[in-house]
């Protein structure tokens, strides 16, 4: 079982930055893959950015160039770091794993993730 905690959400202006946090609990966060994805209102959950346990990224297109993901696996966290924010990205953050140490499932979609954080909102003012 993996509990997850997402912070760093608020409002930003266009072409502001914030970064998000997700603490992930147990032992084996070094080992596993770690995800974040969004909805906005009135549309589905849609991937943004994941990070394998060996280092390897994957972006969005949308976001790629703006957000970076990154782990700390001393501090069992991963930070979405979003920098010229757009009021496109509004929408509530979640972090996600599946938990499952050193797997090569695809991450790029929410069928390879078990474990869902609560969300954080995000909101980017024109």
């Known amino acids: 079982q993996v509990q997850l905690v997402e912070s760093g959400g608020g409002l930003v202006q266009a072409g502001g930055s914030l970064r998000l946090s997700c603490a992930a609990s147990?032992?084996?966060?070094?080992?596993?893959?770690m995800g974040w994805f969004r909805q906005a209102p009135g549309k589905k959950r849609e991937f943004v950015a994941a990070?394998?346990?060996?280092?390897?990224?994957y972006y969005a297109d949308s976001v790629k160039g703006r957000f970076t993901i990154s782990r700390d696996s001393g501090k069992n966290t991963v930070y979405l770091q979003m920098n010229s924010l757009i009021p496109e990205d509004t929408a509530v953050y979640y972090c996600a794993t599946n938990g499952i140490p050193y797997t090569a499932v695809t991450l790029t979609t929410e069928s390879g993730y078990n474990y869902w954080g609560q969300g954080t909102q995000v909101t980017v003012s024109s």
């Open positions: 990070i394998r346990w060996n280092g390897i990224t």
């Open positions: 147990g032992r084996t966060f070094s080992s596993i893959s």
